[in-house]
């Protein structure tokens, strides 16, 4: 009959728990921007045609930048009417048009002229960036492995102190490794880089923003549990 360890250790084979953790900080790999571009006309239809005009604007700036740009997509439209002040009636004044768009940069050169261009266009609005690493980055299998790694020193330096040493790995859970600076949502408030009133302005007219990236804390933790010799008590 096999001499099979207890679930939880016995004095012949005694248990180790531990856990191990890792923290590290790297550089971004990617910064995402929030474009606002808004309209106000007498109309609806002059509003969706002022919408369309400096939406095809917006799109046409960000795809000059070509590779720099990782991804590129247009999130709501609204066309909102405005009725009268203090109107008995259903009068409507006139209709705002707004559509949002986000651009993810993978070239932060790029980023500070693009978030520049964009800001000085008329009625348009710039908010970030949100700096990120990809789901698949390095930085999450680094952390990962540091933290396994610490897992093992500390159950060896348990082990160690009475006299024993590793037999064999039982248990390794992974309790997650993430960005611990994620993305936050779109913001609704008021605030960002604002489109200048100025109409018919060149777009590259205003210097680049220097835009220092955010560095990035990767953090990982793992549970371990380790059979050991018996120690020498």
Known sequence: MTDTPAPHGTPDHP???VRGEARIDVDPETARIAITVSTRGKDRRTALEGLTHRN????????????AIE?????????????????????????????????VLNDFTALG???????DLDMTRVDGPWWSLRPDSPAHAAARRQAVHEAVQRAREYADALGSHLTALVE????????TTPAPPLPAAPGGLRGSARHGAAPDTA??????????????????RFNMSPPEL
């Open 15 to 17: 248990r180790v728990a």
């Open 56 to 67: 095809n604007t917006v799109l046409e700036i960000v795809r000059t930048y070509g590779p």
């Open 71 to 103: 991804r590129l997509e247009t999130g709501t439209l609204s066309i909102t009417p405005e009725l009268t002040p203090r109107s008995r009636d259903e009068k409507i004044r006139a209709y705002h048009g707004r559509v949002h768009i986000i651009a």
């Open 113 to 119: 002229e693009l978030t520049t261009r964009i800001a």
């Open 172 to 179: 390794l859970a992974d309790l997650g490794a993430e960005n």
């Open 207 to 224: 210097p680049a923003l220097d835009l220092e990236p955010q560095r990035q804390t990767v953090h990982a933790q793992v549970n371990a």
